[in-house]
């Protein structure tokens, strides 16, 4: 009898132990990632920590570089960095069918991203340097240039380009 007991005794302390686990993650409060039901693609406010980048999955805490890309099914994903976003957004099939928000650095506000300009040698959070700006300054890109420029590798992770735009090594 105790050749049965012992190992059923240490089986079901060890099913307790991971059901505690479980529940207790399943009551943690986690970022969101994606959110459904946004058919007006419209912006969805965002406080810092509250949300986690799809790409790095980071929790986005430095809104003045955040993305929002919403599907045309209201399926809204988010972003740290324009770099993350661009990135993750060249290999989805409904890359052409999406409406891009992002945040400027300059004035705080969402815009389409594809009608902002970009500064290059922004300190964003995961370092590809483009941070959109409402007003078009000297020196800034457009979207499409952005865009060819974190697909090409042409940002500031690539020591060559943060020496030449920073005078960083």
Same mark, same amino acid.
């Given at each position: 009898?105790? *050749?049965?007991?012992?190992?059923?005794?240490?089986? !079901? +302390?060890?099913?307790?132990?991971?059901?505690?686990?479980?529940?207790?993650?399943?009551?943690?409060?986690?970022?969101?990632?994606?959110?459904?039901?946004?058919?007006? !693609? @419209?912006?969805? @406010?965002? $406080?810092?920590?509250?949300?986690?980048? @799809? $790409?790095? *999955?980071?929790?986005?805490?430095? +809104?003045?570089? !955040?993305?929002?890309?919403?599907?045309? *099914?209201?399926?809204?994903?988010?972003?740290?960095?324009?770099?993350?976003?661009?990135?993750? +957004?060249?290999?989805?099939?409904?890359?052409?069918?999406?409406?891009?928000? $992002?945040?400027?650095?300059?004035?705080?506000?969402?815009?389409?991203?594809?009608?902002?300009?970009?500064?290059?040698?922004?300190?964003?959070?995961?370092?590809?340097?483009? !941070?959109?700006?409402?007003?078009?300054?000297?020196?800034?890109?457009?979207?499409?240039?952005?865009?060819?420029?974190?697909?090409?590798?042409?940002?500031?992770?690539?020591?060559?380009?943060?020496?030449?735009?920073?005078?960083? @090594?």
């Amino acid at each position: 009898m105790k *050749k049965i007991v012992m190992p059923l005794l240490s089986v !079901a +302390l060890l099913i307790a132990v991971i059901v505690m686990v479980v529940i207790s993650i399943a009551d943690n409060k986690h970022a969101k990632v994606i959110v459904l039901g946004n058919t007006d !693609a @419209s912006v969805i @406010s965002m $406080t810092p920590k509250e949300y986690q980048c @799809s $790409t790095c *999955k980071m929790e986005i805490e430095q +809104l003045p570089y !955040a993305v929002e890309i919403v599907n045309n *099914k209201g399926k809204t994903w988010f972003f740290d960095d324009m770099g993350c976003a661009v990135s993750w +957004l060249e290999h989805q099939p409904f890359k052409d069918n999406v409406v891009i928000w $992002t945040q400027t650095e300059d004035t705080h506000v969402w815009v389409d991203a594809t009608k902002a300009c970009y500064r290059r040698d922004a300190r964003t959070p995961m370092n590809f340097g483009f !941070a959109a700006q409402e007003q078009c300054p000297q020196g800034t890109i457009d979207y499409n240039s952005m865009r060819t420029k974190i697909l090409h590798g042409e940002t500031l992770q690539d020591p060559n380009i943060r020496q030449q735009l920073l005078g960083d @090594s």
